[in-house]
Structures are given as C-alpha cells and as structure tokens.
C-alpha cells in the first residue's frame, strides 16, 4: 500500500504565524527599549569625568568663588566652540557634547551640566533618546554621610553617587532638578 504524504494543513499554518505575530509583539518593545537603555548609558560613561571632577574639589574643598565643585571641568559656549575649563563664581558648568539634533557629536547626549553649589550632574539627552523630544534628563546627585554635597566645605565620608530618572522618590537626597527621562529606559541603578 502506498501511504500520501500530507503536508500541513491551511489551520495549522495559521496557527504557526498566529504565535509569530504575538512573540514579535511582545519582544518589539522590549527590544526598542534595551536599545534605548544601552544609549543612556552612553551618558554613564561620559558623566565618570564630571564626577572626578566633582569629588576632586569636594575633597580640595574649592570655594564657590572658583566654581566650587565644577572648578575645572572643560566647558563650552555651545557644540564646536572652544573648550576652557570652568572657573570664577558660577551657578553651572556646561558642555555641549552634541548638536540639539545629535547629528554632530555624540549621537546621544546632548550635554552634561554640574551644579557648582551641590556637585549635582545632569545629562541632557538629544531627540534620539525619546521620541518625544529632546532634553530628557538624568540627574546624578553626590551625598557623603547621607547629606548634601557643598562648595567649600570638606565631605566628612565616602561620597556616594545616586542616578535619578523619572519617578524615583528615594535616596538620601533628592535632585534639585527633576529627572525627567522615564524609568523604562533608565539604567536599573537609576530606577526607583
């Protein structure tokens, strides 16, 4: 006796690419944002030379009347212009790492911000980021024994860096500026 060979019947077919469809649904987003996540921490790594700068002159104990704990950092009028280092009595020291749009410099970040009073860092992402807009905000705020950072005065303890992003309420000090890039694509230390 001769046996037919059958194939897959027309249900069964679309029961298969009925369970693609759903996997790709899931997955799609997720891995939208572990992108978008990866390019955050982008601005990690940049921020690391702005927090040397900023427990240098914590432990240096530079006074506010030469950029307290920014004294230094390189900073610029805009993308492109000359970088000099941060110096005299300023509120903020500012480098512009990209254009507005990302298309020049890093793809990225934007630009990274220290707050010469507290040691607070803050990154400004580009439009890449969200597709909201530009100026997201990570905010990394420095504390030695559970208080505030201060221009000219010595930090008694470790110092101890805390990431913000949107939403997160915790930590021993919170941001004078508000984070505002969301949790989803936040680093895991930066969620709360």
């Known amino acids: 006796m001769k046996k037919l060979q059958q194939g897959f ?8 690419v009925a369970i693609i469809g759903i996997l790709a649904a899931v997955a799609l987003p997720a891995y939208q944002d572990y992108t978008t996540r990866s390019r955050v921490s982008e601005g990690l ?16 104990v530079n006074p506010a009347a030469s950029a307290g704990l920014g004294g230094g950092y390189p900073t610029n009028a805009s993308y492109g212009a000359v970088i000099a280092p941060c110096a005299g009595a300023v509120a903020t020291c500012t480098q512009f790492l990209s254009d507005n749009a990302g298309t020049v410099g890093s793809p990225n ?21 969200s597709a909201v807009g530009a100026n997201e905000t990570l905010v990394l705020v420095p504390t030695a024994n559970g208080a505030a950072l ?5 930090p008694i303890g470790t ?11 915790t930590g021993p000090v919170l941001p004078t500026v508000a984070a ?8 895991s230390e930066c969620r709360g």
């Open 9 to 16: 019947t027309l249900i069964e077919l679309m029961i298969v």
């Open 150 to 154: 201060a221009a000219g005065n010595r």
């Open 180 to 187: 505002t890039i969301p949790a989803n694509v936040a680093p």
């Open 109 to 129: 970040v934007q630009d990274l911000t220290i707050n010469t009073a507290t040691g607070e860092v803050t990154l400004t992402y580009t439009t890449r980021i």
């Open 159 to 169: 110092i101890v860096w805390t990431c913000h992003a949107l939403g997160r309420t």
């Open 45 to 60: 790594v940049i921020a690391a030379e702005a927090k040397t700068v900023v427990m240098d002159n914590a432990a240096a």
